[in-house]
């Protein structure tokens, strides 16, 4: 069974940062990509950030020059980073990742971290 925990979700000011993690287990043979999802109240989810098959990184837009992603391949875990946030980044981050496993190849979600900017 593949589980991702996410951690390092919470409040934050205006301007401030944030370190979120996600970490792959079980019976994890690879991944073929993995990132983070954003989803805001009334809103649907989104892509924030995430590592492609072929290895390149795909950014939003609004986050771009902000947040930074990084991944730890031996410990299946990534990290997002945000930096400068905003009221508008006010959201529950989700981890995803495709990946192959005991049980087949599919996509595994994470429960999701809050995440709220605001003085």
């Known amino acids: 069974q593949v589980q991702l925990v996410e951690s390092g979700g919470g409040l934050v000011q205006p301007g401030g940062s944030l370190r979120l993690s996600c970490a792959a287990s079980g019976s994890i043979f690879s991944i073929a990509s993995m990132g983070w999802y954003r989803q805001a109240p009334g809103k649907q989810r989104e892509l924030v950030a995430r590592?492609?098959?072929?290895?390149?990184?795909n950014y939003a837009d609004s986050v771009k020059g902000r947040f930074t992603i990084s991944r730890d391949n031996a410990k299946n875990t990534v990290y997002l980073q945000m930096n400068s946030l905003k009221p508008e980044d006010t959201a529950v981050y989700y981890c995803?990742?495709?990946?192959?496993?005991?049980?087949?190849?599919?996509?595994?979600w994470g429960q999701g971290t809050q995440v709220t900017v605001s003085s």
């Open positions: 590592f492609t098959n072929g290895g390149s990184i």
């Open positions: 995803n990742a495709f990946l192959r496993g005991v049980v087949g190849t599919g996509g595994y």
